[in-house]
């Protein structure tokens, strides 16, 4: 049997697990007070950061939550890459008060952080001790309402949360189905005033997490179509969204694609890019979505000929006019290298302050990632250091 055919014999049994209710529309975000009711919350722990509020789009939360007579204390202490004592610090802030919810406002920092934060307050310890896969064993003791204002994370529907040790250098993952938000309301309209180089990062990331879900050997049927119509939604609407941040047409289509994104790679898992990408913002503290905008392209190049299929099919979603399967999976690095490239992101390791003799470490560390063994092509270590040094 060929592989292409193992892989699709493959594809073809699997099972998917969304545990989170998603609310997605226009106006939603003003629906928070609403939605809390119904689940009987009286006093809630927002969760976010200065710049959020003072882009003012806490007002409208926060109003949803005043009209619904729900008192609330608002937490602005989360930072970009969260570290691990920031988690901590913030959960011993929830613990000392009597609230029975944590709504999160924000990018995938945010996110992560009420995330981790409601882990600590049900299990105690620290949340680096729940680093890896299914270590939380206590079920949260109250819901996690997630209100992404960027399109890129999905956090607001997958199973991770993402932390920086600063001591180690490194990015550790904490994966359960503890770790889930109990609902997402995703309003595009909290995206509107976005800047251009946080639509530009975060919008990169959501490609990424449609091409590497849909290239992982753990794909099925029901990821793949989630992120194929990802890759699509990014591709259209990502341009038009950095250049014209006022165009709600194109903001929908962003958040549209970041949220079925998520809801792919929640199940499926990513690849190499993430994988380096990790070792990389860790050594680095390059920020997630210029790292991962850096090594997309070559990644793609070096998953292509593994599954050459798949890469044509991101081609023809990209744009590419090719009709021939061989051409078009030819030219599907460079259809997101241009992407790349058009949204105004650094190409070159050198442009993001990565000096030359991090390399070989960020190398090393890129396969202290889980993600790296879903990726259909399994490279070697000096391979992924070729990768890092033609990008330098």
Request: a neutral charge; glycine letters at 10%.
């Amino acid at each position: 049997m060929s592989i292409s055919r193992i892989y699709k014999a493959v594809e073809s049994d699997f099972s998917f697990h969304l545990p989170t209710l998603i609310e997605f529309g226009l106006g939603k975000a003003g629906l928070l007070g609403a939605k809390l009711l119904n689940l009987g919350v009286k006093n809630v722990f927002l969760v976010s950061d200065k710049g959020v509020e003072a882009a003012g789009l806490l007002r409208k939360l926060q109003q949803s939550l005043d009209t619904a007579n729900i008192q609330y204390t608002t937490y602005l202490e989360v930072v970009p890459d969260p570290g691990l004592e920031i988690i901590d610090k913030g959960a011993a802030v929830f613990t000392s008060g009597a609230y029975d919810c944590i709504v999160a406002v924000g990018g995938g920092s945010a996110i992560d952080t009420a995330k981790g934060i409601r882990v600590i307050s049900s299990n105690g310890g620290s949340i680096g001790d729940f680093a890896g896969v299914d270590k939380v064993t206590t079920a949260p003791l109250v819901p996690l309402v997630a209100v992404p204002t960027t399109s890129g994370t999905g956090s607001e529907v997958t199973i991770f949360g993402v932390y920086s040790d600063w001591v180690k250098n490194v990015k550790v993952t904490v994966t359960s189905q503890h770790m889930a938000p109990t609902m997402a309301l995703v309003d595009p309209e909290l995206t509107i005033n976005l800047p251009k180089t946080m639509t530009a990062a975060s919008g990169i990331d959501a490609l990424a997490h449609g091409i590497e879900s849909f290239f992982s050997i753990k794909s099925c049927p029901a990821s793949a179509a989630l992120a194929l119509e990802a890759i699509k939604l990014v591709g259209v609407h990502l341009r038009r969204s950095v250049d014209h941040g006022q165009d709600i047409e194109a903001r929908t289509g962003m958040s549209q694609g970041s949220l079925l994104a998520g809801m792919a790679f929640n199940n499926r898992f990513l690849g190499l890019a993430h994988a380096i990408g990790s070792a990389l913002s860790g050594h680095c503290h390059v920020p997630h979505g210029v790292a991962i905008g850096l090594l997309l392209p070559r990644v793609v190049e070096f998953n292509s000929s593994s599954r050459p299929d798949k890469a044509a099919k991101i081609a023809q979603l990209l744009g590419v006019k090719e009709s021939n399967e061989d051409q078009l999976a030819a030219e599907a690095a460079n259809a997101v290298g241009n992407l790349v490239k058009d949204i105004g992101l650094p190409t070159r390791l050198r442009d993001a302050n990565v000096t030359e003799d991090k390399l070989c470490q960020i190398a090393r560390d890129s396969f202290k990632s889980g993600m790296m063994k879903f990726n259909p092509r399994q490279p070697t270590e000096i391979e992924v250091l070729e990768l890092l040094q033609r990008i330098y």
